[in-house]
């Protein structure tokens, strides 16, 4: 446990990005409840964690006051060796910063990513949700803090029982008593951090698994389209139906230079005419009449008329 523990203290100072967010519409309307449910546990956890990590911040500024004070005249004595380990580890879990990254995870389902945040949007509802590299980082985060801690818990144990022993001595007994009430202390702190953590390491795995594996940008197989329905007008139709018989009769026909068939002009002149003529209106009876001969009578034929 010792070498995995040191393998991720490597990594302590590995910083957070900027969590890159997305709408909270691409995400399953099955799936809101149980974030909802999430955040309201994380929210509360999160301010329990900040309160504990401030209390733990009191007694390491305690712990760094007397090292100052007695790390000259001490620094030979073994119980001293004890004082510099335990401040050594103080010192790692503030580097971590764990308190500000639950809460820009937090934060990340109240705003797109940009920073600062805004902290008038957190009154509201959730508008977006990070991606899982993020909130994978950050339960890596939680699991390296929980192991430090874990840790740091038994060193203070041990300190406590060297502590003890030196204080037999009677030599610098108001130093040691001191040490002992400030390693004390700080091993309650670390017991309710480390359930603290444990909760919150407990939250993100959550949503994970709520959130979706792929990228919510991309579309899954068999995802069903509704289209808007876009009204075509006549000449509209008529280009669509060259369109097909031009690809019906192969490549030889192109259209693309003008969508009306190739007919020549003396055609459509005469076809002009003669649509115009029959529709051309009718006024008034336009029936011939029959011309009736008129009869001749003896005087006409003397006269010659």
Known sequence: ?????????????????????????????????????????????????????????????????????????????????????????????????????????????????????????????????????????????????????????????????????????????????TLVAVVSRIRMVCEVLHSILQINLDITRHILDILPAAPPSILPENTVLSLPIVEVSQTDKMDIDLLDISKSFGPEIDISTSSKPNVPARTIIKHNVSSAATLRPKYGNHTSKKKTKKVKDEIDNIFGF
């Open 1 to 177: 446990m010792y070498l995995a523990f040191n393998e991720n203290l490597m990594n302590r100072n590995t910083q957070v990005p900027c969590p890159s967010s997305s709408e909270r519409r691409l995400l399953g309307v099955s799936r809101h409840a149980s974030i909802d449910s999430q955040l309201k546990a994380l929210k509360s956890f999160s301010r329990r964690l900040t309160l504990a990590l401030d209390a733990f911040r009191d007694d390491h500024k305690v712990l760094e006051r007397l090292y100052y004070k007695g790390k000259n005249q001490h620094r030979l004595s073994l119980f001293w060796r004890r004082v510099s380990e335990i401040r050594r580890f103080c010192q790692r879990l503030n580097e971590l910063h764990i308190d500000q990254v639950v809460d820009i995870l937090w934060k990340s389902f109240f705003s797109d990513g940009v920073l600062p945040f805004d902290r008038r949007a957190t009154k509201g509802s959730w508008t977006h949700f990070p991606d899982r590299p993020f909130v994978t980082l950050v339960s890596q985060k939680l699991n390296m803090c929980s192991a430090l801690v874990t840790r740091m818990q038994e060193r203070l144990t041990e300190a406590y029982r060297s502590f003890t022993l030196a204080m037999q001595s009677g030599a610098f007994l108001q130093l040691i008593l």
